[in-house]
Protein backbone atom coordinates (compact mmCIF):
# COMPACT_ATOMS: atom_id res chain seq x y z
CA UNK A 1 0.00 0.00 0.00
CA UNK A 2 1.66 3.46 -0.89
CA UNK A 3 1.86 6.10 1.93
CA UNK A 4 -1.38 8.53 2.81
CA UNK A 5 0.66 11.26 3.44
CA UNK A 6 0.74 11.61 -0.34
CA UNK A 7 -1.53 13.85 -1.40
CA UNK A 8 -2.03 12.32 -5.07
CA UNK A 9 -2.34 8.96 -3.99
CA UNK A 10 -4.69 9.92 -0.52
CA UNK A 11 -6.67 11.43 -2.98
CA UNK A 12 -7.14 8.70 -4.80
CA UNK A 13 -7.98 6.75 -2.12
CA UNK A 14 -10.76 8.65 -0.67
CA UNK A 15 -12.59 9.17 -4.43
CA UNK A 16 -12.26 5.16 -4.77
CA UNK A 17 -13.42 4.62 -1.16
CA UNK A 18 -16.55 7.17 -2.15
CA UNK A 19 -17.41 5.57 -4.97
CA UNK A 20 -17.73 2.23 -3.11
CA UNK A 21 -19.66 3.60 -0.04
CA UNK A 22 -22.50 5.06 -2.73
CA UNK A 23 -22.59 1.44 -3.18
CA UNK A 24 -22.33 0.67 0.29
CA UNK A 25 -25.18 3.13 1.12
CA UNK A 26 -27.37 2.59 -1.91
CA UNK A 27 -26.89 5.79 -3.92
CA UNK A 28 -25.52 4.99 -7.28
CA UNK A 29 -26.54 3.36 -10.76
CA UNK A 30 -24.35 0.44 -11.21
CA UNK A 31 -21.55 2.67 -13.60
CA UNK A 32 -23.66 5.72 -14.09
CA UNK A 33 -23.22 8.66 -12.71
CA UNK A 34 -20.05 10.68 -11.65
CA UNK A 35 -17.74 11.45 -9.08
CA UNK A 36 -14.79 13.48 -9.91
CA UNK A 37 -12.00 15.36 -7.18
CA UNK A 38 -8.74 17.86 -8.75
CA UNK A 39 -5.65 16.27 -9.11
CA UNK A 40 -3.63 17.95 -5.61
CA UNK A 41 -1.77 20.34 -7.02
CA UNK A 42 -3.52 20.74 -10.41
CA UNK A 43 -6.34 23.10 -10.95
CA UNK A 44 -7.08 21.70 -14.27
CA UNK A 45 -6.78 17.80 -14.04
CA UNK A 46 -9.50 15.70 -12.96
CA UNK A 47 -9.87 12.15 -10.98
CA UNK A 48 -12.43 9.98 -12.40
CA UNK A 49 -13.52 6.18 -12.64
CA UNK A 50 -13.14 5.10 -16.11
CA UNK A 51 -16.50 4.43 -17.61
CA UNK A 52 -17.75 0.63 -17.62
CA UNK A 53 -15.92 -0.16 -14.12
CA UNK A 54 -19.06 -1.15 -11.37
CA UNK A 55 -18.62 1.70 -8.40
CA UNK A 56 -17.52 -1.76 -6.11
CA UNK A 57 -14.60 -2.16 -8.29
CA UNK A 58 -13.45 1.50 -7.73
CA UNK A 59 -9.19 1.14 -6.70
CA UNK A 60 -7.20 4.27 -6.13
CA UNK A 61 -5.06 2.88 -9.11
CA UNK A 62 -7.72 2.47 -11.70
CA UNK A 63 -8.65 5.98 -11.50
CA UNK A 64 -8.09 7.26 -14.72
CA UNK A 65 -6.88 11.40 -14.76
CA UNK A 66 -8.46 14.18 -17.88
CA UNK A 67 -8.61 17.23 -18.62
CA UNK A 68 -11.64 19.84 -19.98
CA UNK A 69 -10.17 18.69 -23.40
CA UNK A 70 -11.40 15.27 -22.92
CA UNK A 71 -8.34 13.81 -22.70
CA UNK A 72 -7.33 10.70 -20.61
CA UNK A 73 -3.65 11.89 -19.61
CA UNK A 74 -2.79 8.61 -16.72
CA UNK A 75 -4.61 5.49 -16.43
CA UNK A 76 -6.43 3.39 -18.48
CA UNK A 77 -10.22 3.59 -19.81
CA UNK A 78 -12.98 5.69 -21.20
CA UNK A 79 -14.08 9.12 -20.15
CA UNK A 80 -18.01 9.25 -20.22
CA UNK A 81 -19.27 12.33 -22.16
CA UNK A 82 -21.51 13.77 -19.45
CA UNK A 83 -19.04 13.80 -16.75
CA UNK A 84 -16.82 15.49 -18.78
CA UNK A 85 -19.52 18.01 -19.70
CA UNK A 86 -20.89 18.17 -16.68
CA UNK A 87 -17.44 17.88 -13.98
CA UNK A 88 -14.68 19.82 -16.02
CA UNK A 89 -16.79 22.90 -16.06
CA UNK A 90 -17.81 23.00 -12.25
CA UNK A 91 -14.68 22.42 -11.24
CA UNK A 92 -12.86 25.69 -13.78
CA UNK A 93 -15.89 28.25 -12.42
CA UNK A 94 -16.61 27.07 -8.81
CA UNK A 95 -13.34 26.49 -7.89
CA UNK A 96 -14.59 23.02 -6.17
CA UNK A 97 -12.04 20.46 -5.31
CA UNK A 98 -14.62 17.37 -5.18
CA UNK A 99 -18.17 17.36 -7.38
CA UNK A 100 -20.59 14.24 -6.65
CA UNK A 101 -23.30 13.79 -8.98
CA UNK A 102 -25.89 10.95 -8.41
CA UNK A 103 -29.16 10.24 -9.27
CA UNK A 104 -29.92 8.80 -5.81
CA UNK A 105 -33.45 7.55 -5.18
CA UNK A 106 -35.27 10.00 -2.36
CA UNK A 107 -33.20 12.77 -3.63
CA UNK A 108 -34.69 11.68 -7.03
CA UNK A 109 -38.25 11.51 -5.85
CA UNK A 110 -38.04 14.31 -4.25
CA UNK A 111 -37.02 16.04 -7.48
CA UNK A 112 -39.38 14.29 -9.69
CA UNK A 113 -42.06 17.03 -7.84
CA UNK A 114 -43.31 20.01 -9.23
CA UNK A 115 -42.59 21.57 -5.71
CA UNK A 116 -38.93 20.26 -5.02
CA UNK A 117 -37.67 22.35 -2.54
CA UNK A 118 -36.06 20.81 0.49
CA UNK A 119 -38.16 21.87 3.75
CA UNK A 120 -36.60 23.00 6.83
CA UNK A 121 -38.36 20.12 9.15
CA UNK A 122 -36.17 18.56 10.54
CA UNK A 123 -32.75 19.52 12.67
CA UNK A 124 -30.22 17.78 9.62
CA UNK A 125 -32.30 19.70 6.85
CA UNK A 126 -31.58 22.71 8.49
CA UNK A 127 -27.64 22.59 8.08
CA UNK A 128 -28.67 21.83 4.18
CA UNK A 129 -31.84 24.00 3.23
CA UNK A 130 -29.84 27.63 2.69
CA UNK A 131 -26.74 25.85 0.99
CA UNK A 132 -28.92 24.30 -1.95
CA UNK A 133 -29.40 25.86 -5.70
CA UNK A 134 -32.05 24.66 -8.44
CA UNK A 135 -32.15 23.77 -11.86
CA UNK A 136 -35.97 23.72 -12.45
CA UNK A 137 -34.32 23.79 -16.56
CA UNK A 138 -33.42 20.16 -17.31
CA UNK A 139 -32.77 19.96 -20.77
CA UNK A 140 -31.73 16.04 -21.67
CA UNK A 141 -28.74 14.37 -21.57
CA UNK A 142 -25.48 16.56 -21.14
CA UNK A 143 -23.32 16.19 -24.41
CA UNK A 144 -21.53 19.80 -24.38
CA UNK A 145 -19.11 22.10 -21.71
CA UNK A 146 -21.89 24.53 -22.12
CA UNK A 147 -23.73 22.80 -20.27
CA UNK A 148 -21.40 22.66 -17.42
CA UNK A 149 -21.15 26.34 -17.82
CA UNK A 150 -25.06 26.50 -17.31
CA UNK A 151 -25.20 24.40 -14.06
CA UNK A 152 -22.04 26.55 -12.47
CA UNK A 153 -24.07 29.31 -13.09
CA UNK A 154 -26.90 28.12 -11.19
CA UNK A 155 -25.23 26.73 -8.49
CA UNK A 156 -23.41 29.80 -7.90
CA UNK A 157 -21.98 30.08 -4.43
CA UNK A 158 -24.32 27.24 -3.24
CA UNK A 159 -22.57 23.21 -2.76
CA UNK A 160 -25.52 21.34 -3.27
CA UNK A 161 -27.98 21.52 -6.43
CA UNK A 162 -30.88 20.50 -6.73
CA UNK A 163 -31.92 19.18 -10.81
CA UNK A 164 -35.26 18.64 -11.01
CA UNK A 165 -36.50 15.59 -12.86
CA UNK A 166 -32.50 14.22 -13.03
CA UNK A 167 -30.92 14.18 -9.80
CA UNK A 168 -28.33 16.08 -7.48
CA UNK A 169 -24.84 17.35 -7.35
CA UNK A 170 -23.10 18.37 -4.47
CA UNK A 171 -19.24 20.05 -4.33
CA UNK A 172 -17.30 20.04 -1.67
CA UNK A 173 -13.37 21.12 -0.39
CA UNK A 174 -12.93 17.23 0.40
CA UNK A 175 -13.94 14.00 -0.39
CA UNK A 176 -15.38 13.12 3.04
CA UNK A 177 -17.32 16.84 3.30
CA UNK A 178 -18.46 16.05 0.00
CA UNK A 179 -20.11 12.53 1.00
CA UNK A 180 -20.99 13.08 4.00
CA UNK A 181 -23.16 16.00 2.47
CA UNK A 182 -24.54 13.42 -0.08
CA UNK A 183 -25.33 11.07 2.37
CA UNK A 184 -27.22 13.23 4.63
CA UNK A 185 -28.85 14.74 1.52
CA UNK A 186 -30.25 11.59 0.59
CA UNK A 187 -31.63 10.76 4.60
CA UNK A 188 -33.30 14.45 4.70
CA UNK A 189 -34.81 13.63 1.50
CA UNK A 190 -36.18 10.17 2.24
CA UNK A 191 -37.83 11.75 5.51
CA UNK A 192 -39.37 14.50 3.57
CA UNK A 193 -40.92 12.46 1.33
CA UNK A 194 -42.27 9.98 3.80
CA UNK A 195 -43.63 12.36 5.76
CA UNK A 196 -45.32 13.86 2.68
CA UNK A 197 -46.69 10.12 2.19
CA UNK A 198 -48.42 10.70 5.37
CA UNK A 199 -50.77 13.95 3.77
CA UNK A 200 -50.98 15.42 6.94
CA UNK A 201 -49.26 18.91 7.52
CA UNK A 202 -45.59 19.35 7.85
CA UNK A 203 -44.38 21.31 10.73
CA UNK A 204 -41.09 23.75 9.49
CA UNK A 205 -38.86 25.22 11.76
CA UNK A 206 -39.14 29.13 12.50
CA UNK A 207 -36.52 30.83 10.53
CA UNK A 208 -34.44 32.04 13.35
CA UNK A 209 -34.15 28.08 14.48
CA UNK A 210 -33.28 27.00 11.18
CA UNK A 211 -30.26 30.05 11.35
CA UNK A 212 -29.28 28.84 15.10
CA UNK A 213 -29.32 25.19 13.87
CA UNK A 214 -26.91 26.33 10.66
CA UNK A 215 -24.61 28.42 12.87
CA UNK A 216 -21.21 27.38 14.16
CA UNK A 217 -21.41 26.43 18.03
CA UNK A 218 -17.95 27.44 19.40
CA UNK A 219 -18.95 24.81 22.28
CA UNK A 220 -18.96 21.97 20.22
CA UNK A 221 -16.25 19.65 21.23
CA UNK A 222 -15.65 19.26 17.17
CA UNK A 223 -15.20 21.68 14.42
CA UNK A 224 -17.13 21.00 11.63
CA UNK A 225 -14.01 19.88 9.54
CA UNK A 226 -13.10 17.60 12.34
CA UNK A 227 -16.51 15.88 12.26
CA UNK A 228 -16.64 15.33 8.50
CA UNK A 229 -12.67 13.63 8.51
CA UNK A 230 -14.08 11.85 11.63
CA UNK A 231 -17.18 10.73 9.86
CA UNK A 232 -14.98 9.47 6.53
CA UNK A 233 -12.42 8.00 8.56
CA UNK A 234 -15.32 5.97 10.18
CA UNK A 235 -16.83 4.76 6.93
CA UNK A 236 -13.32 3.67 5.41
CA UNK A 237 -13.24 1.46 8.28
CA UNK A 238 -16.50 -0.32 7.42
CA UNK A 239 -14.85 -0.24 3.61
CA UNK A 240 -12.27 -2.33 5.68
CA UNK A 241 -14.63 -4.60 7.43
CA UNK A 242 -17.26 -4.95 4.13
CA UNK A 243 -15.63 -3.89 0.93
CA UNK A 244 -12.10 -4.14 1.11
CA UNK A 245 -9.67 -2.98 -2.04
CA UNK A 246 -10.03 0.45 -2.39
CA UNK A 247 -7.03 1.26 -1.33
CA UNK A 248 -4.84 -0.89 -3.90
Sequence with gaps: MKDLNDD???ARVHLAAANRLAVHDDLEEGIDNHF?????????????????????????????????????????????????SIHAPLHRLTGANVILHTHQTWALALNMLEDNRLLPASQTAAFLTRSIAYDDGYTGLAASLSEGERLARVLGDKQI??????????????????YRRLYKLERVCRAQVLAMSTGKPIALLDEATERKVAAPNP????????REALYFAAMMRVLDREMPGYAE
Excluded at 36 to 41: E, I, S
Excluded at 163 to 177: A, C, E, F, I, S
Design 219 to 226: RNSHSQAE
Design 161 to 178: MFMKNHGVLVTGDTVGQA
Design 36 to 84: TMRVPGQDDRYLVLPFGLHWSEAKASNLIVFNEAGEVLEGEGTLELSAL
Design 8 to 10: AWR
